[in-house]
């Protein structure tokens, strides 16, 4: 384990004063239902929230607060900390299940919340300067390449179906699949003069978002 924690200080380029708080951060409650990152990632969450915000208003202080949260919400979500465990090394370090169930599957909302809970445990043991700047280094390069109009599939494809048609689009709950822990949902959606287009994902909003985005491009826009 020390040897572990060793590797992976050096992966994320910081040197721990207290190891415990790296332990913590990578430890799943299915290896410990006690000792694990829940309540670190809970913080853990908030400041990536708020460093990301400050960030965002230093750098696009003339945009509306709508376009601001729709950058903040493409930069803080669970597939970016999933980018981001695997661009530093994180998702080959989590700890999961026990003696009993070793083959436990380290789930990408598992991976994602150990970024967070790592914000959170670098925030205990080095404060929130050093923190502010560990977190605005490791996502530069996704606020460089964020995107500029932010307009999501759904917003998209309503906006363009109010000024064609002047209704709504609309969307069809088709079916749920996958187990219970992790289902995936099937929605489908149309406008006028279209057929249903059918997306898949691992909520209702995001499987709406995929069906948009295949209608936008029959669409071709």
């Given at each position: 384990?020390?040897?572990?924690l060793?590797?992976?200080?050096?992966?994320i380029?910081?040197?721990?004063k207290?190891?415990?708080?790296?332990k913590k951060a990578?430890t799943?409650k299915s290896f410990?239902?006690?000792n694990?990152?829940?309540?670190?990632e809970?913080?853990g969450?908030?400041?990536l929230?708020?460093?990301i915000?400050?960030?965002?208003?230093?750098l696009?202080?003339?945009e509306?607060?709508?376009v601001?949260?729709?950058r903040?919400?493409?930069?803080v979500?669970?597939?970016?900390?999933?980018?981001?465990?695997?661009?530093?090394g994180?998702?080959k370090?989590?700890?999961v299940?026990n003696?009993?169930?070793?083959?436990?599957k380290?789930?990408?909302?598992i991976?994602?919340?150990?970024?967070?809970?790592?914000?959170?445990?670098?925030?205990?043991?080095?404060?929130f300067?050093?923190?502010?700047k560990?977190?605005?280094?490791?996502w530069?390069?996704f606020?460089?390449?964020?995107?500029?109009?932010?307009?999501?599939?759904?917003t998209k494809?309503?906006?363009?179906?109010?000024?064609?048609?002047?209704?709504l689009?609309?969307?069809?709950?088709i079916s749920?699949s996958g187990?219970?822990?992790?289902?995936?949902?099937?929605?489908a959606?149309?406008?006028?003069?279209?057929?249903f287009?059918?997306?898949?994902?691992?909520?209702?909003?995001k499987?709406?978002?995929?069906a948009?985005?295949?209608?936008l491009k029959i669409?071709?826009?």
């Amino acid at each position: 384990m020390d040897e572990n924690l060793t590797k992976l200080q050096k992966k994320i380029n910081v040197k721990f004063k207290k190891i415990d708080y790296l332990k913590k951060a990578i430890t799943h409650k299915s290896f410990d239902p006690i000792n694990n990152y829940e309540k670190l990632e809970f913080l853990g969450d908030r400041i990536l929230g708020f460093v990301i915000s400050k960030k965002l208003i230093e750098l696009y202080d003339k945009e509306k607060e709508g376009v601001l949260d729709k950058r903040l919400a493409s930069l803080v979500n669970k597939d970016k900390c999933i980018e981001v465990a695997k661009q530093i090394g994180l998702d080959k370090f989590i700890l999961v299940g026990n003696k009993k169930n070793k083959k436990f599957k380290v789930e990408n909302k598992i991976i994602s919340d150990s970024v967070e809970a790592l914000i959170g445990a670098i925030y205990y043991d080095k404060g929130f300067d050093f923190t502010e700047k560990y977190i605005l280094n490791t996502w530069k390069n996704f606020i460089k390449i964020s995107d500029v109009t932010l307009i999501d599939a759904k917003t998209k494809l309503q906006e363009y179906s109010l000024k064609i048609n002047k209704t709504l689009p609309t969307y069809k709950f088709i079916s749920t699949s996958g187990p219970k822990h992790k289902p995936i949902f099937k929605i489908a959606v149309k406008i006028k003069d279209t057929k249903f287009h059918e997306g898949l994902g691992d909520s209702k909003k995001k499987a709406e978002q995929n069906a948009a985005k295949k209608l936008l491009k029959i669409l071709n826009l």
